[in-house]
């Protein structure tokens, strides 16, 4: 794997917009990649998935059918949806397999979630105002 095609996002400065059970989750996941607990950290990279989808998505019924909808409604773009579909599949591994990803594509993988959690809930914040230019007088 290789990374995603979006920019790494800061990791703290978002984080308060998350639904609390969200928030919470990413921030447990976040700690288990840091200490590369593999297996456990894409498990819940799945769980984030699936938490993100029905909130976000109440009217599908599936991880794929939460893809896809937010793909239909332009929140995320195909290449992420790849993304976020392999998150899936290397979290059910993980869950019925006890099957882990290596430490480079686990990374990659948090990025895409981080990226999509931005996407739903990071940009709902208010637009800071540009600052007015001081005048010399």
């Known amino acids: 794997m290789t990374s995603p095609p979006f920019p790494i996002p800061s990791r703290h400065t978002w984080h308060h917009h ?3 059970p969200i928030r919470t989750l990413l921030e447990q996941v976040q700690e288990a990649v840091k200490h590369r607990l ?3 950290s894409v498990a819940g990279l799945r769980m984030l998935v699936e938490a993100a989808g029905k909130t976000e998505a109440p009217e599908a019924s599936s991880l794929r059918g939460y893809l896809e909808a937010f793909l239909r409604r ?5 290449r992420l949806q790849v993304w976020l ?3 899936v599949e290397h979290g059910n591994k993980a869950i019925h397999e006890s099957v882990a990803v290596q430490d480079e594509d686990l990374d990659a ?7 999509l959690l931005q996407e739903l809930y990071g940009l709902q914040a208010a637009v800071p105002p540009c600052p007015r230019r001081s005048t010399i007088s």
């Open 18 to 20: 998350l639904p609390p």
């Open 38 to 40: 593999n297996i456990l």
């Open 74 to 78: 332009g929140l995320i773009g195909r």
């Open 85 to 87: 579909l392999a998150v």
């Open 109 to 115: 993988l948090l990025l895409s979630v981080e990226h």
